[in-house]
C-alpha cells in the first residue's frame, strides 16, 4: 500500500491511515475534541442546557439563546429550531444556519414502545392545541413531534408533559432515543416475549444519566418480541427467540443504519433472557461511546465501527471488558413474510381486539388525539399505541365496541380498512419545518394518496399486502426510503423544460424480513414532483400484471 505523502493524499484516506491518525476513539485515548460538536459536548454537557432554557431563554426570549445551545445542546431534550417559511429547497444547502432558523421549534416528545394511556394521549393533544397551533405528526419512530412551539413556553410544556409520566429527555441529539418496541406488545397472539418490561428498565436505570448521553452520535435503540420495528436498522436491537434449552428470550443485533451509508444491522449470534437485556444494553452504548468514531460525523455511527470489527469482534469485546461475562449463543429469529403494519381489527390473546388506524404519513393534530382518546375511551379502552409505520392503535376493545370505534376514527379521518395505498405510505417531516430538506413531503404523501386511490380502484383486490411508498425530504432517511417497495429521496431534479424543480431520486424493491435488502438506486432514475403520480401509478400497475407467482 501507498504510504500517505503530501503527492499522494489519497493514501492519507485509507482505512489504515485513518487508524494511525485515531478516529477519536476514547478507549484509544483521543480524547481531545477532533470536531465542533464533540467540542461543545466536552465544553458543557448537553444535559445542563435544560435549567439553561427554564431560567434564561424562556425569561429573556429566542434572541437570549447562545448559538450552541441553540443549534446543539437543545436537541438533547427534543428541540430543533424550525425552518423558516418560505426559503425553498434549492437554497437549503446554500444558506448559513442562522439565515434557515426560524424562532419557532419543532418539539419531539419521546414515547417509548410507543404505548401511552389516553389520558397521556389527550394530554399531548391538549398542549398541542395550547402551545403547537395544533399540530402534531406520529413519526416513524414512535415519537409524537410538535411544532411552532415558542422557547417561552418551555417550561411550563414539560409541566404538563412530565406531569402525565411523559419526557422530551434525549429524544434528539448524540444520546439513547426514544426506544421502538412492538405496538402489540404483551397482546399480540403470536408474539415471542413482551418485551416491555425491558424497555421500562433500560429507561430506569439509564435515561438522563450523563455518562449515556454524551455518544459519537445517536443511538437508535429496538426491543420487540415480534418483527415488527425494523430491528434490521438499529443501532441495537433485541429481537424476540425461542432459544431451544431456554424458552423465549432475544436475539441481538448491532449495527444497522440508514442515512447515507445504509447498513443492515449484524447478529452477535447471542441469546438473552428478558432480564439481562438492560445490562446488554449498557454493555453495547458503552462500547460505542467509548470505541465510536468522535473524528468525523460522517463516520460516527456504531455501523462504521462493526462494520470494521465484525460482529464477532464487537461480541468478543463487549463480553471480556463490560459484561465480564460469556453470553449463551441462541438462534436467529425468523424473518417475516410480510410487513406487520397493524391496521384493521384484531384479536387480542386476551379474546378482546386492538384496532389499527392509517392517518397519511402520520399528520394528526392536537385535536384529533384528543378526539382519538375519547373515542377510545367510549369503546372501554384506556390503551393506545403508536406504530414504526406511523400509525395508530386502539387496544383491549371488546367485540361489541369495535364497529363504533372504528365509526368514530373513520369520522376523524383515521380509517380502520384503509386503501393500499394509504397503509403503505411514510413521509418524513421535510420542507415544511426542517431545515436539512430539500423538497416537500407531508402534503405530497397525502396528494399521492388521493390519487392513487382513485386511480388505481380497478387493483385494488389484486393488492395482498401494501405497496410501501416512502417519501424523505432529503437524502437523510427518516422515512426509511432504502427499505420501501418505491422509495423517494428528495432532491433537485431537471424537469423536460430545463428548469431545477423538486423532485426524486427513486430506490425500489427495498424491504425488511424474508426480503432483507436496500432498494436499488437506478442511475438516472428521477422523477420530479409533479410526475410522482403518474410515476407510481405505472411502477405498480407494471408490477401487478408482470409479476411471477408469489412475486413481492
Ligand atoms: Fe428532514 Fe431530511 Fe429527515 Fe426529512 S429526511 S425529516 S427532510 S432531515
Known sequence: MASPTRDNPAAARTPRARQRRGEGQWALGYREPL????????????????????????????????????????????????????????????????????????????????????????????????????????????????????????????????????????????????????????????????????????????????EYANLPRKFKTAVSGLPDVAHEIHDVAFVGVVHPEHGPGFDVWVGGGLSTNPMIGQRLGAWVPLDEVPEVWEGVISVFRDYGYRRLRSRARIKFLVKDWGAEKFREVLESQYLKRKMLDGPAPEAPAAQHDHVGVHRQKDGKFYVGAAPVGGRVSGSTLIKVAKAAERAGSNRVRLTPLQKLLVLDVAEEDVPGLQAELAELGLPTNPSPWRRGVMACTGIEFCKLAIVETKQRAKDLVTALEERLADIQDQVENPVTVHINGCPNSCARIQTADIGLKGQIVTDDDGNQVEGFQVHLGGGLGLDAGFGRKLRGHKVTGDELIGYVERVVRNYLSQREEGER
Not at 52 to 77: H, K, M, Q, T, V
Not at 114 to 126: D, F, H, K, Y
Not at 138 to 144: A, G
Open 35 to 210: 470536531n465542533p460538536n464533540e467540542r461543545s459536548k466536552k465544553d458543557d454537557h448537553p444535559l445542563n442546557v435544560r435549567s439553561r432554557i427554564e431560567n434564561i431563554y424562556a425569561r429573556g426570549g429566542f434572541d437570549s439563546i447562545d448559538p450552541g445551545d441553540l443549534r446543539g445542546r437543545f436537541r438533547w431534550y427534543g428541540l430543533y429550531t424550525q425552518r423558516k417559511p418560505g426559503i425553498d429547497g434549492g437554497r437549503t444547502a446554500t444558506l448559513e444556519p442562522e439565515e434557515l432558523d426560524d424562532e419557532y421549534f419543532m418539539l419531539r416528545v419521546r414515547i417509548d414502545g410507543g404505548a401511552l394511556t389516553t389520558e397521556q394521549l389527550a394530554v399531548i393533544g391538549e398542549i398541542s392545541q395550547t402551545y403547537a397551533r395544533d399540530s402534531a405528526d406520529i413519526t416513524d419512530r414512535q415519537n409524537v413531534q410538535y411544532h411552532w412551539i415558542r422557547i417561552e413556553d418551555m417550561p411550563t410544556i414539560w409541566e404538563k408533559l412530565e406531569g402525565a409520566g411523559l419526557t422530551t429527555m434525549t429524544a434528539c441529539g448524540d444520546s439513547p432515543r426514544v426506544i421502538l418496541g412492538s405496538p402489540v406488545a404483551g397482546i399480540a397472539e403470536d408474539e415471542i416475549i413482551d418485551g416491555t418490561p425491558a424497555i421500562d428498565e433500560i429507561k430506569r436505570r439509564y435515561l438522563g444519566k450523563p
